[in-house]
Every structure is written in C-alpha cells, then in structure tokens.
C-alpha cells in the first residue's frame, strides 16, 4: 500500500523565517501527492498536488513543494512565514482509490 | 453547492445513543469519502462511495458504524449506541470521480460522547 511519513511532529520557526516540511513516500512509480493544511477549528485546505510533469510545484498562500524521486520526498516550503501559517499540515498521497495521510507536523509561528 | 456542506458542525450526545452525520458534498462530485480525526491525531479513512455504491468500507470501525449515500448526492454516517471513544471529528470529503484530483473537504462535525 501506498504511504506518505512526515517526520516531523512539531516545528517552530520565527515569523519572516523560512520554513520546509518533510514529506516521505512510499511508490515504486509515480505517486499522486497532496500537501493539505488545518488551521485551529477548520476544515482541511488543498495547498497543493503533483501528478507528474514539473518537479516544483506552486501552491496557494506562498507555498510551494519539490518532488525528488531520488529521495523519495515531497518537501513543502514557504520563503517567508507569516503568523497566520500556525497550523497543521498533512501530506498524502492517492493508495486504492483514497488518499492516505500523514500523521501530519504542526507549524508554530513565533513573533 | 460551491462546497462541502456538513451538519450538524457540533453534536453532543449521550453514551448509548444513535447520531446521524450528514454530507452534502459538491454537486457533480461522484466521489465522497467520510475520515475520523480524534483529538491530536492524524485523518482515520472510514468509507469510499463512487456513485451511490462503496467499494470500499474497510475504515468502519465496527458494525455499529454505517453509511449510506443516496444517488451522486447526500450522504449519512449512523453511528448506533455511541462510545466515548466515539467522541472525535468527523470529515467528508468529495472529489469529481477520484482521488487522484484531490479532495475537498467539509468544515467536519465535532462529535462529543458523554
């Protein structure tokens, strides 16, 4: 079965800060790859998704995500990071018609 | 609809009771997916419809869990005699035909057992 592992349970980076989240996939081929985010109380968000084509991929709110098969990775990374991207982020990636998710890694902002 | 319509967004019952969880997903989204988030935890697959059929229902939990859905359109999540391991939230989510387009999701249903 298909999966994605995120490493990291909880980073805190300081606001203007850059920040990059690990994602790690387990495929032999190309995978289907989402990076989601909740912010405190909401539903999940789509930041993001690779099916194929260009490795680096534009998202929504500034964020932006690599693909390397060489390190079997899907890296989510913003330049600069604002007090409104405290939240939690999930990866995922399409396993039998679904998508399964990360445990997910909370992002804390600090001023 | 322009989104993913849940209801009720909170829900408090008694342990023992039956509660029924309502989707309304995007209309001409064939697919719909129900997931369970328990507090600090990650997203727990629960059921896949296609249509109104669900190929696969191997995230129930137990018996006392079920779903149904009716056309390309709404769908229910009962949860008969309520646990308080039960308490969590509850996300739907709908996609044009597969998962491979992405999901979007509902705003979900807090399900407190107490």
């Known amino acids: 079965a298909q999966s994605v592992t995120q490493p990291d349970i909880h980073i805190t980076v300081s606001e203007g800060a850059s920040l990059e989240l690990r994602c790690n996939y387990s495929?032999?081929?190309?995978?289907?790859l989402f990076w989601y985010v909740q912010s405190p109380g909401q539903g999940l968000q789509l930041l993001l998704k690779?099916?194929?084509?260009?490795?680096l991929v534009q998202g929504i709110k500034g964020f932006e995500a690599e693909f390397k098969r060489s390190q079997s990775s899907f890296n989510l990374r913003k330049p600069s990071v604002h007090w409104s991207d405290a939240a939690e982020y999930f990866c995922?990636?399409?396993?039998?018609?679904?998508?399964?998710f990360g445990a997910g890694t909370t992002v804390t902002v600090r001023a | 609809g322009a989104g993913v319509s849940q209801s009720p967004s909170n829900k408090v019952t008694e342990k023992g009771k039956d509660v029924e969880l309502r989707c309304d997903p995007i209309?001409?989204?064939?697919?719909l997916y129900w997931y369970r988030q328990r507090l600090g935890q990650g997203l727990e697959f629960l059921i896949y419809?296609?249509?109104?059929?669900?190929?696969?229902k191997s995230g129930l939990p137990s018996d006392r869990f079920s779903a149904e859905r009716t056309g390309e359109s709404v769908s229910t999540l009962t949860i008969q005699r309520t646990q308080q391991e039960d308490s969590a939230v509850y996300l739907c989510?709908?996609?044009?035909?597969?998962?491979?387009?992405?999901?979007?999701f509902g705003s979900g249903t807090r399900l407190t057992v107490v």
């Open positions: 419809f296609q249509g109104n059929s669900a190929p696969d």
């Open positions: 690779y099916f194929s084509g260009d490795t």
């Open positions: 989510a709908s996609s044009p035909r597969t998962a491979n387009y992405g999901y979007t």
């Open positions: 209309s001409g989204h064939t697919a």
């Open positions: 995922a990636v399409v396993n039998d018609y679904k998508l399964s």
């Open positions: 495929y032999g081929a190309t995978p289907y």
